[in-house]
């Protein structure tokens, strides 16, 4: 188990290397932010001589071997949009981000299981066909226009949530966290009622496909000759057996949260990564963007253990090796 | 799945002439009896039977066997007397009584408190019938649980004492493991452990031993009759290898398109099959050791539920059919020691008429055999 | 224990929300992005300087009718060609508390203006300052110059003493953390103090009740708030979240309009949009004929005749725009009335034109357009398209973002594109034809490559940049003005207008140059 903990860091390593050198790869191809310093009336000139300050004269590869040097001792430059350290400016959006999702996911985990085992149960039913047809919705809809949908009702029809931000926060260390006040926590319904449809959606269907299927297997049977009662039956054996593909789906689920989480982030304000990796965009602001992707591909490596993890914990035929 | 009957050929003669004694016409004490037992589908194309009028009786301490082709209506009929019927199946016609009392015709709940408590049973792939992610301590604690008032740390001796019952060596140790860590004789071994938790007057026991080795089939065989002696369980043993019926069974059903053909001790019917369509499967037996697609004697196949023809489903395929056979359903009659449901035995296949069975009729049987 | 400690900050958080007091005057304005910093000089960026107007003050200042007057210098007189001397008002405070003076303007030059910093261009004409007292100083240009006072407008003075004393002495300095300092910290001269700020989430400006200046507007705070998302910030506003919203977007504006208790406030805006093109190169890439179409003025012509820019207005932007003939925008000093005459619309006379050029079957034309960064740009390219289709020219549309455009374009990367150009932060016509008019140099015509070359108008420009007699000045602008529009240097489009939301109780004023200059709103 050690030794596959040690593997998959290897791997997570290995990962954000290539996700940074693909991103300056692609860093030419997005401009640069000579302009954005320096205004439109510079001359080129001096757009010239920032280039070569900023080290954007070089080529992509020495670009990156230098990023490389610094990223290795923990500096990963100063953000040219606000020169502050690249660390500190996503240190500072992280909780906003994490928060967002970890809610969202709570949220659709806690609907979405128990809507599929209640359409695995009674797959005809009449709730059961309004659940999966809403479903169905939940997934065809972009998550911009439910966003806005719920904008339009709850802020400027009703004028009961705030269409923007997290709220006041409250500052624990580092950490900001938003669900330690009112306006926090109601800064937070919209965005995560919004990020968690797809996911409520999704996470429905699956249970409910891989819950039918277990229904279908011996050991259910079994369980119910042995006189076990319907909740057992389906939770303690149905569920957990169904869990397995579910748990992989909402790892990787939990990453596109984080990349899902832009759209969300930018409709509704929200002060997070996704709103910074589109600013960095829009301002070429590349150290950020260069840390971001490699802190993205880090976080999808990390859920990716934890998924394993995960596998080992629940399902003991893993744990032989 | 087109299982064929087979037949294991070891010391058949031997098991039979062995069994001989135990075997009895009528069971002393009935745990459990099926009377005239339908069922039916329920489809978009209407209904379609798929058993019908099945009786039978199962007494304790016997092993009933039942045998038959596949898709002949065996695990149908012992679903629905552990009433785990799967939707669109249901029962349309017919009482099943466990213990003298119905138990067909009772609340979802009442049946379900039967399973487990009052009827045990097992199933054939003993590598799928555990739950994979719970050790099977825990299994068998939640089963003992569920029907006994134990607590849970007495649940855990009692769970200790069945494994060990049931053969598992250093149970203390093999408690906490999951069910992947066992072989397949040892899970099934479990499985009976489970089947037996609460100590089940009746145990319906679905080829339990088709997926598993020749050599550990005996074992686990022995294990089943040693239930069925020792703690006087009524067993019912569906299979379609004629060997595992030889080697345990007291009395045996023959099972052919969703009717019971012919039901009597194992000798008789082994040995002095009185319907045509049982002699065609001891036909099969000394001449082979291993599964076949069909019986070559009888041409044709068992029909689907739905696609039986009119009269006696078998008569298409049948050596001695006459003009009866093809408008009237043989109704069972008692035949020496069986109950036969052929018109060879209750008054010619010529005759169209709904007549009881004379004793002329019976007496055709000698030719038949 | 957690719940005590976190008391006193949600009340104060409920009262930061809420307003404290009823009468208390609260602007709240949402814009699509946060300014990158509180620094004046990390960015030659007139967005943040367009906000920062409010915290930070220059020696002089745009008034509402965008015309200059005296802020922290009280006057100035010109010495000789190359020297300008400048006194300074007394009796002005830093927001700390800090005495402004001469030390201050000293340190601000240096800051903004040593090599490697932002604004070294802007103050690159400068030689030397030299301080005669407290509240004297010198300035000694290069050259005569006649911008100074206008670039003087947009940069903005410092305090010495605090700049030190949080090491944030340098704007732009990428390697160290010099510039967090800046973040959340400002201290300047001007009518609102920053009191709070949460980068990217808000930021609050509190009345400054010791500013020099009397105070017309009737504010006392300023809540800021960064809205990317379009149709977010207009719910916000719709939801009476905000109470003002700059360039609310054209599809919202009826919308706006017709909610009761809201309204869009107008404006022209100096900004004139265009198309510039490569008229140097001998042959045009991907325009499947020889040579370079472009080169030759009547290609141009019929170009320009064959846009509709009437039909834009009308079907794009919805009225909000005032079709132009030339850069100049009627709002912009030494603009010529007799000048901004068009070419006619005249789809067939362009075809004419073309067969004349040598291009009967027309040619491909290569458009680059940048996606948001004027308004209703994507818009106004694709229909254009549709218009060179009619004269037979085969557009194809190339829609880049923003940021590559900015990149690109300087770059000489692209052969025929839309831009914009409003003339900012000097709001004179010498900073749109040194910047999109004269041939590029090394210092010159950055937003012209391959494009617009004309000797005589070249040497006009520098003329111009240094000529300070208004009527001299005049004759040479026109020249310029009329030469370009002759030679169809440009494919004019038309000047911008400026629509900003907000509540009835808001009274704005809308500047051709987008600042927001809270000193002169007021709120009922
Ligand atoms: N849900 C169903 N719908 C229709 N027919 C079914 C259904 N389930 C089982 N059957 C049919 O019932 C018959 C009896 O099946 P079964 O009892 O499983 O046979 P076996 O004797 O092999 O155990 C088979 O012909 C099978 O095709
Ligand atoms: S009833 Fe007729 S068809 Fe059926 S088994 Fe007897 S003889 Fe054959
Ligand atoms: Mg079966």
């Known amino acids: 188990m050690f030794s596959l903990i040690l593997r998959r860091l290897g791997s997570v390593l290995l990962v954000m290397l290539v996700v940074a050198g693909l991103s300056f790869l692609i860093f030419n191809y997005l401009g640069d932010p000579v302009n954005n310093i320096l205004g439109v009336n510079a001359t080129i000139e001096e757009r010239e001589e920032l280039r070569r300050t900023l080290g954007l004269d070089q080529p992509s590869h020495i670009q990156f071997w230098h990023f490389l040097q610094r990223a290795v001792a923990g500096d990963f430059g100063i953000s040219y949009r606000n020169r502050i350290p690249v660390i500190e400016l996503i240190l500072s959006r992280l909780p906003a981000t994490v928060e967002l999702v970890f809610c969202a996911t709570i949220v659709a985990l806690s609907i ?12 005809k039913g009449l709730i059961s066909r309004i659940l999966q047809m809403i479903s169905l919705v939940g997934i065809s809809i972009p998550q911009f226009l439910i966003g806005m949908l719920l904008i339009l009702i709850f802020s400027v029809e009703l004028r009961w949530l705030s269409a923007f931000g997290r709220g006041e926060v409250v500052q624990l260390g580092w950490w900001s966290t ?56 389906h939770l303690r054996h149905a569920l957990r057996n169904s869990l397995l593909p579910v748990v992989t789906v909402v790892g990787m689920q939990i990453g596109s949260l984080i990349a899902f989480a832009i759209v969300c982030e930018a409709v509704f304000q929200w002060p997070g990564l996704g709103l910074l990796i589109l600013q960095a965009i829009e301002f070429a602001d590349f150290p950020v963007m260069a840390a971001y992707l490699a802190l993205v591909g880090f976080g999808f490596a990390m859920i990716n253990l934890t998924v394993d993890m995960t596998y080992l914990f629940i399902d003991p035929r893993m744990r032989r090796k | 799945m087109h299982h064929a009957v087979r037949f294991c050929g070891k010391s058949v003669k031997g098991q039979i002439a062995g069994q001989g004694g135990a075997a009895r016409m009528t069971p002393r004490n009935n745990a459990l009896a099926v009377q005239d037992l339908s069922i039916v589908f329920d489809t978009r194309r209407g209904t379609v039977t798929a058993i019908e009028a099945v009786s039978f009786i199962l007494g304790s301490g016997e092993v009933l066997g039942i045998v038959g082709e596949s898709g002949a209506g065996k695990s149908l009929t012992g679903n629905a007397l552990i009433g785990l019927l799967q939707a669109p199946g249901r029962i349309s016609q017919g009482e099943i009584r466990l213990g003298g009392q119905r138990i067909d015709n009772v609340a979802a709940d009442v049946q379900r408190r ?23 301590g825990g299994q068998l604690v939640e089963t003992i649980r569920t029907h006994l008032p134990l607590s849970a740390a007495s649940a855990r001796v009692r769970a200790m004492e069945l494994l060990a019952e049931v053969g598992i060596a250093d149970p203390g140790a093999r408690f906490d493991q999951y069910p992947h860590q066992f072989s397949g004789g040892m899970r099934q071994r479990i499985v009976i452990a489970l089947a037996i938790a609460a ?46 019926i030889a080697e345990i069974a007291d009395r045996v059903g023959v099972m052919y398109a969703g009717r019971l053909v012919e039901i009597g001790p194992v000798a008789e019917v082994l040995h002095s099959a009185h319907h045509p369509y049982t002699a065609g499967l001891m036909g099969l037996i000394p001449s082979l050791s291993r599964r076949v697609e069909r019986l070559p004697q009888i041409s044709g196949n068992m029909p689907r539920p739905g696609e039986w023809p009119g009269g006696c489903s078998f008569h298409p ?53 | 224990m957690i719940r005590s400690l976190l008391k006193p900050l949600i009340l104060a958080a409920s009262i930061a929300a809420f307003g404290a007091t009823a009468d208390a005057k609260t602007l709240r304005f949402a814009e699509s992005q946060d ?47 190359t020297e300008w001397k400048f006194n300074l008002r007394k009796n002005v405070k830093f927001h700390n508390g800090n005495t402004f003076n001469a030390d201050d303007v000293i340190f601000s030059y240096h800051r903004a203006g040593d090599p490697g910093s932002p604004f070294a261009g802007l103050l690159e004409p400068i030689a030397e300052i030299t301080k005669v007292d407290d509240y004297t100083v010198i300035f000694k240009v290069k050259r005569k110059y006649a911008l100074l006072l206008n670039d003087f407008a947009g940069w903005y003075i410092m305090d010495k003493e605090f700049q030190e004393s949080i090491g944030a002495g340098k704007p732009l300095d990428l390697s160290s953390n010099a510039g967090g300092a800046m973040q959340t910290q400002a201290n300047g001269t001007g ?324 600042y927001t200059r809270f000193w002169y709103y007021t709120m009922n």
């Open chain 1, 112 to 123: 979405g299981i128990p809507m599929g085992v209640y359409c695995a149960l009674r797959p």
């Open chain 2, 199 to 244: 100590e089940p007057e009746v145990i319906i026991a679905d080829e339990p031993t088709t997926a598993l080795d020749v050599s550990i089939q005996a074992q686990i065989l022995a294990l089943l009759r040693g239930l069925a002696r020792q703690r006087g369980t009524a067993i019912m043993l569906v299979t379609h290898d004629m060997g595992v």
């Open chain 1, 178 to 233: 938003g669900l330690l006040t009112h306006s926090g926590r109601m800064a937070l319904i919209m965005p995560v009622i919004t990020l968690a449809v797809f996911q409520i959606s999704m996470i429905m269907r699956l249970v409910q496909g891989e819950m039918q299927e277990v229904m279908r297997a011996d050991f259910i049977k079994f369980a119910r000759a042995r006189g076990l009662t319907d909740r057992s039956v």
């Open chain 2, 114 to 136: 039967l399973r487990g408590k009052r009827i045990g049973a097992i199933f054939q792939d003993p590598l799928t019938s555990l739950d994979p992610l719970m050790t099977i």
């Open chain 2, 317 to 369: 395929r049948c050596p001695k059919a006459g003009p009866r056979c093809t408008i009237e359903v043989p109704a069972p009659v008692a035949v020496s020691d069986s109950m036969v449901a052929c018109h060879l035995f209750s008054g010619g296949t010529s005759v169209v008429s709904g007549d009881l069975p004379t004793k002329e009729a019976i007496s055709t049987r000698e030719t038949a055999s």
């Open chain 3, 35 to 81: 300014i990158a910093s509180m620094d004046p000089h990390a960015g030659r960026d007139d967005f943040a300087l367009s906000l920062l107007c409010n915290v930070y003050e220059g020696l002089v200042r745009w008034n509402a009718d965008l015309k200059l007057e005296p802020a922290l210098a009280e006057s100035w007189e010109i010495i000789s060609d």
């Open chain 3, 191 to 514: 009518p609102f103090k920053l009191v709070e700020r949460q980068p990217d989430v808000k930021t609050v400006l509190a009345v400054n009740p010791d500013w020099w200046d009397e105070r017309k507007h009737n504010l006392d705070e300023i809540v800021y708030t960064p809205i990317a998302n379009n149709a977010t910030r207009v719910a916000a506003l719709l939801s009476g979240e905000v109470d003002f919203i700059r360039n609310a977007p054209p599809q919202d504006l009826a919308r706006i309009e017709g909610t009761s208790g809201m309204k869009v406030m107008r404006g022209p805006h100096l900004r004139t949009i265009f198309y510039g093109m490569n008229q140097q190169g001998d042959t045009l890439k991907g325009s499947g004929v020889e040579g370079n179409p472009l080169k030759k003025v009547e290609v141009r012509k019929a170009i320009a005749m064959s846009i509709d820019v009437e039909g834009i207005k009308r079907s794009i932007m919805r009225g909000n725009s005032n079709p132009v003939a030339t850069q100049l925008a009627p709002q912009m000093p030494y603009y010529d009335a007799a000048l901004d005459v068009r070419f006619p619309y005249d789809p067939d006379g362009a075809k004419a034109l073309l067969t004349q050029a040598g291009y009967p079957d027309g040619f491909t034309l290569p458009i680059t357009c940048p996606a948001g960064s004027f308004i209703n740009d994507e818009q106004i390219c694709q229909a254009t398209a549709g218009m060179l289709a009619k004269i037979g020219i085969k557009a194809q549309l190339n829609m880049v973002t923003p940021v590559q455009y900015d990149t690109g374009l300087p770059a000489g990367e692209f052969d025929f594109y839309m831009l914009g150009w409003a003339g900012l932060p000097t709001i004179d016509p010498y900073n749109i034809f040194s910047a999109t008019v004269h041939s590029p140099t090394e210092k010159l015509g950055a937003w012209n490559p391959k494009g617009y070359s004309n000797a005589r108008v070249d040497e006009l420009i520098i003329k111009i940049g240094e000529e300070t007699d208004q009527a001299k000045r005049q004759e040479m602008i026109s020249e310029v003005v009329k030469t370009q529009r002759d030679e169809v240097g440009k494919i004019m489009l038309h000047q911008q207008f400026l629509t900003w939301g907000m509540t009835d109780k808001v009274n704005a004023i809308v500047p051709g140059d987008e």
